[in-house]
């Protein structure tokens, strides 16, 4: 999938939920693919209860870490790095708008 429909579907997404958050995205693969939390935190390396954190906004990844959850996923690191930082911004009440491109 190139990178242009990967823009696509995260506007798309981003109408249907609102304001997108790494932690919707993550939990909306998760769903997807119709995994519990443990079998999920299993496949990204990670524990239960820091997968639910995530999810549930009250941990925040860092850029390191989505470009890792992107490849183990299969997805766009250039994506996950954008939203995981597009939270930290958020979270720091700043209306910034984050752009992430490839060096």
Sequence with gaps: MSTKKKSDA????EGLVGKL???GLIEAMRQAEEMSQVEF???LG???????DIEKRRKFVSPERAAKFAKILGHSEQSFVALALQD?????GLRLKVSVEAA
């Design 46 to 52: 990670i524990s239960k209860q820091h997968l639910c």
């Design 10 to 13: 995260m506007k798309f997404l």
């Design 41 to 43: 935190a299993k496949k």
């Design 21 to 23: 958050t790494f932690g």
């Design 88 to 92: 930290i911004v958020n979270q720091g």
